[in-house]
């Protein structure tokens, strides 16, 4: 299954400079937690609270940071 996240929602998290969780895995240690600066087909750019921009792929999990942490299986 190869579910990406939808432009919409990526859109809506970069206008309102929302903080995002980026769940990759079941271990909550390696959440991405930033602001969505860009996005492309693959990959998406989030700007982590150190200032650091990272680039991941648009399979994993975006949720609103604010909201409790759900892992889809």
């Known amino acids: 299954m190869n579910r990406t996240v939808d432009e919409n929602l ?3 998290y970069r206008q309102s400079g929302e903080k995002v969780r980026v769940v990759r ?3 909550e240690q390696n959440d ?3 602001i969505v600066v860009a ?3 693959d990959s ?3 700007r982590r609270p150190n200032k650091r921009v990272v680039k991941l ?3 994993y999990s975006y949720q609103s940071a604010s909201s ?3 892992v889809e299986p």
């Open 10 to 12: 990526l859109d809506e």
């Open 25 to 27: 895995d079941e271990m």
């Open 32 to 34: 991405v937690v930033g």
């Open 39 to 41: 996005w492309d087909d």
């Open 44 to 46: 998406v750019m989030i």
């Open 57 to 59: 792929s648009r399979s």
């Open 68 to 70: 409790p942490r759900i």
